[in-house]
């Protein structure tokens, strides 16, 4: 759980890099983010992280299933009065809740853009590179969709608040001092993660669509 | 006061248990949380009932015998303390005090309160010890030793295996307690040579048991009694991880 973790938080600080692209004004983030898509679609280097990120998402998807399922069963019978929310974080009791929103909203991500980039057939663009460009401004002209996102990367950041600080954790970071600074660092990640994705659709609909 | 107690009545682990209700009067705030249950059953012995049964042995907190699920939290609502330090002034006249067994995959109901928690004690006997037989207490220079990492091995030894992390994990994992040991003794240079065997032994002793995963919610750290650090799991991981990557 926590390399296949820790290697999709790497993910999605480059993701979001490449993303935030899309803020440029209108005439430099067709170009720019229609090039950097065609840069990294062409990069076999590229092909082989992509299909190692498909592979971490289903292994941590899989792992995740099988110890929760195992969790279940070594948690014994219900008690009658249970108070034990108290006693810690809503996010360190719901990684598989969250997970599984952000799981859903990964394949409608993908089915919407990379599988529409990869297999589908799209406009190109004056400097003649696909325009995805469009497609995402496009997407993120309905409000539902943005509101769709903006729940998903909630969920993400809720996981991340946990995920990114107890990924250290079970890799065995024990120092106290490297402990609570990642600790820190991870809120800091979340934050910064969590608001530029959001920035993003939010920024779209409000700059193309109102 | 008055107390109006819902406790886990079970004849035996195979049996059904349920909540029973006692009103109890002429409780004192000066009563400890186990001396409340011992008057309680002196009550039900002369009605000709059957006493609640529960586990106890010092009562003075520091043996890890005594565990009960108090309103809904291991060992009750105050930090740092087991059941039979927690008194009857943290509860007020008129309460409804939910009182049941620590439960968990690797727990077992024996009756009513008591709980068979020996998983715990098969988990110190795959490694919770060292080999070596060494006699009495040597001059204290002859293993050199700073104060700083003599304080941190006895913080981790001060675990007194009540089963409280566990009772309290929504995973029903052992992590903390079999962290707590294996920290104890890496931590000092007597245990370092059996370290590898050790954390290995253990964690697998610990799994076969049926604990579950730590997934890191701390709230163990919360309810021991003693206060023991969830660092002592990054430990526990760090000497796993590394014995097993350094065969």
Redesign the interface.
């Known amino acids: 759980m926590a390399l296949t973790g820790l290697f999709l938080c790497l993910f999605l600080v480059v993701h979001l890099a490449g993303n935030l692209q899309l803020l440029l004004p209108k005439e430099t983030a067709v170009i720019q983010f229609n090039l950097y898509s065609r840069i990294l679609s062409g990069n076999y280097f590229i092909k082989v992280i992509s299909w190692l990120l498909f592979l971490s998402i289903v292994l941590h998807s899989i792992y995740a299933l099988i110890i929760t399922i195992k969790n279940r069963k070594a948690s014994g019978s219900a008690y009658a009065y249970d108070r034990r929310k108290v006693v810690s974080s809503w996010s360190s009791r719901n990684m598989g809740l969250l997970g599984s929103i952000i799981l859903i909203f990964l394949v409608i991500h993908l089915k919407d853009f990379w599988y529409q980039y990869s297999f589908g057939t799209l406009p190109l663009d004056d400097e003649g590179n696909k325009d995805l460009f469009s497609i995402v401004v496009s997407a993120y002209g309905r409000l539902w969709y943005v509101i769709l996102n903006i729940v998903a990367f909630m969920a993400l950041g809720y996981h991340l608040l946990h995920g990114f600080y107890s990924a250290f954790k079970t890799l065995g970071v024990y120092p106290s001092k490297l402990s609570r600074g990642l600790y820190y660092l991870g809120i800091g990640f979340t934050l910064i993660i969590t608001t530029g994705f959001i920035i993003i659709p939010v920024f779209v609909y409000l700059n193309y669509h109102t | 006061m008055k107390l109006y107690l819902?406790i886990?009545r079970q004849l035996n682990p195979d049996a059904d248990g349920k909540?029973v209700d006692y009103e109890l009067n002429g409780v004192e705030e000066d009563m400890s949380f186990l001396e409340m249950l011992d008057y309680l059953n002196e009550k039900l012995i002369t009605k000709d009932e059957m006493p609640v049964e529960f586990d106890h042995d010092c009562r003075e907190g520091i043996c890890g015998t005594c565990g009960l699920?108090i309103?809904?939290?291991a060992h009750g609502p105050l930090a740092g303390t087991t059941t039979c330090q927690l008194h009857m002034r943290s509860f007020a006249d008129g309460d409804t005090i939910?009182i049941?067994p620590f439960?968990?995959?690797?727990?077992q109901v024996i009756r009513d309160l008591k709980v068979d928690r020996s998983s715990m004690d098969r988990i110190l006997q795959a490694g919770g010890f060292i080999s070596t037989s060494v006699g009495d207490a040597p001059e204290a220079n002859t293993t050199p030793i700073t104060h700083a990492e003599a304080e941190s091995a006895f913080d981790s030894a001060a675990c007194i295996g009540c089963g409280a992390c566990v009772a309290?994990?929504?995973?029903?994992?052992a992590a903390l307690f079999t962290a707590a040991k294996i920290a104890h003794l890496a931590k000092l240079p007597q245990g370092k040579p059996e370290a590898k065997q050790r954390v290995v032994n253990m964690v697998t002793q610990m799994d076969q048991e049926?604990?579950?995963?730590?997934?890191?919610?701390?709230?163990c750290q919360?309810?021991c009694p003693q206060e023991i650090s969830?660092?002592n799991?990054?430990?526990?991981?760090?000497?796993?991880?590394?014995a097993r990557l350094l065969k």
């Open positions: 819902k886990w909540l699920f309103n809904g939290r939910y049941e439960r968990g995959g690797a727990f309290t994990c929504k995973n029903g994992s049926g604990f579950g995963h730590c997934s890191n919610t701390h709230a919360v309810e969830v660092a799991i990054d430990r526990m991981n760090w000497e796993y991880n590394r």
